[in-house]
């Protein structure tokens, strides 16, 4: 029996997996994404490669991963498929193998990044509010 692969749900699996939140990935991924929009997309069987591609840029993750995962192959995948000379779309490519504790520190800085930027954006309404309230 063939199993259907849904792609949404691969992409929510390896956003969780990494410890990213739907919030920090649409930052990530540019001005026409928000936080609904990656929920909506998550629920979407089939993605459009485009968007796959980006997706891929983002998390650090091979498009074949989002396309052919399945439960039981789920570490198989983030074991054998990413590595720092992994090349998209190349089966003949050789891979470097990195456990997930790697994937994680690539996204540290990131996530670093966006938190920091909203501890900015809090003082700032802050401020804000302590001027209107002059």
Request: net charge negative; hydrophobic share 35%.
């Amino acid at each position: 029996m063939e199993q259907k692969i849904h792609q949404g749900r691969n992409v929510k699996r390896f956003r969780e997996m990494l410890g990213i939140k739907q919030e920090a990935l649409a930052f990530d991924l540019g001005n026409d994404w928000n936080q609904k929009k990656i929920s909506m997309l998550e629920q979407k069987e089939l993605i459009e490669d485009d968007i796959l591609n980006q997706i891929s840029n983002s998390l650090k993750i091979p498009v074949e991963a989002f396309q052919n995962f399945d439960e039981e192959q789920a570490i198989n995948i983030i074991s054998n498929t990413f590595g720092d000379n992994a090349c998209v779309g190349n089966p003949n490519s050789t891979f470097n193998f990195n456990p997930i504790e790697e994937l994680k520190k690539l996204h540290e800085e990131k996530i670093n990044l966006f938190e920091r930027m909203l501890k900015e954006k809090d003082e700032m309404m802050a401020r804000l509010e302590k001027l209107i309230n002059k």
